[in-house]
């Protein structure tokens, strides 16, 4: 447990609610009043204050603009029959954005500015939390070099901030992906395990090609042999072949340990699933359905929760999958919604109340 502290808190002076189209949420889109901010300077962390969200003053030569040491985290909260909060597990998140931090040479942030000033925050803003189907309140930590320098080295002044929204669900359809053969997200040794936007902005030409073909996203392969499965852009991958749920390991330190893989994982198999973390190739998913197998296909991620997948290409080879029969995924959906929103009771102690 970590020692609450009052944050000090500039209200804004007209809440920009009315102006939130709560029918029509997309993802992304509208911004919570308030937003948390903390600055690393001198080896420590100081005015951590919540203020209206707004610009941000910054000069040419902010070292992020420049060398990218930038991380973030997305997570999510939820309101419950009873209008209590409840924040999916934040400290996981708090661990893997400070892990983040050491790959790129950035400041641990405490969990008290983390954890306890996104309680904060949300209680501030709690109004803007959406109560639909697979919607929620989107929470976006971020940490970012702020020291003006052109010096490639790790930057010494770092802000801390916590900006939230409504959200709804990030994909509105089951995707359509396609094997990315061309280009790599990640190698061995590199940062493809860590949060950081440099991997993302690597991967944007990648999908724009995908969108051009009719995809949605693409599926990303190991960068040495082009042979095994990672991960899609923004979730996890999951394979359903005969009864067993498989997905890609984490061991090489390529993929992104998603919170919500490690949380299906567990709930998959207290419910006596057979789950296996291993590498996959692409000759067994395809072999898999050739033979009539491969059962399911879905991502997980924050954003994402669980989103299926229709349709999956590799070089010429399409295999079209039929979401409706996909009933194991598509009821740990649910499950994992009504646990998210306090309805199956906290078995696992996964929430947090704000
Ligand atoms: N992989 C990538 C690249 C992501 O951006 C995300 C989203 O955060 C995930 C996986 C899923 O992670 P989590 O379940 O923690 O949201
Ligand atoms: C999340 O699922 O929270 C993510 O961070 C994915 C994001 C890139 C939209």
Redesign the pocket.
């Known amino acids: 447990m970590v020692e609450a502290v009052q944050i000090p808190v500039e209200h804004i002076k007209e809440s920009k609610l009315p102006q939130v189209d709560f029918k029509n949420l997309g993802f992304g889109k509208y911004f919570s009043d308030h937003m948390l901010e903390a600055d690393y300077v001198n080896g420590e962390w100081t005015s951590v204050r919540i203020r209206p969200y707004q610009e941000l003053g910054f000069l040419p030569a902010l070292s992020v603009l420049h060398y990218s040491q930038t991380i973030f985290e ?1 997570q999510k909260a939820h309101k419950d029959e009873n209008g209590n909060v409840h924040i999916f597990r934040p400290h996981e998140n708090w661990k893997r954005l400070n892990r983040s931090a050491e790959r790129m040479a950035m400041p641990q942030v405490p969990e008290e500015i983390f954890v306890e000033g996104m309680k904060q925050l949300i209680e501030l803003d709690k109004d803007f939390i959406p109560s639909g189907y697979d919607e929620s309140l989107y929470i976006r930590p971020f940490l970012f070099a702020t020291e003006e320098t052109l010096g490639v080295k790790a930057a010494n002044a770092y802000k801390f901030m916590i900006i939230t929204g409504p959200v709804g669900a990030y994909f509105a359809e089951p995707a359509r992906i396609y094997v990315e053969e061309k280009f790599t997200r990640a190698a061995p040794g590199g940062t493809g395990a860590v ?1 950081t936007g440099g991997n993302y902005a690597a991967s944007l030409l990648s999908s724009a090609e995908a969108r051009k073909q009719g995809y949605d996203q693409v599926l990303w392969m190991d960068a040495i042999e082009h042979k095994y499965v990672q ?1 899609v ?4 991958i999951f394979f359903m072949i005969g009864d067993k749920i498989i997905t890609p390991d984490l061991s090489d330190g390529t993929i ?1 340990a ?4 490690m949380s299906l994982i567990e709930m998959f198999k207290d419910a006596g699933h057979k789950v296996e973390e291993r590498r996959i190739s692409i000759d067994e998913i395809i072999e898999a359905y050739k033979s009539g197998q491969l059962k399911e296909v879905f991502g ?4 994402a929760t669980i989103s299926h997948v229709k349709e999956l290409k590799y070089k010429d080879f399409v295999m079209e999958l039929d979401v409706d029969a996909m009933t194991v995924s598509s009821q740990m959906k649910k499950e994992l919604l009504d646990y998210k929103e306090n309805k199956s009771g906290d078995k696992y102690g996964w929430l947090e109340r704000v």
């Open positions: 997305g949060k991960e852009g923004a979730m996890n992104l998603g919170i919500t893989r997980s991620g924050t954003a």
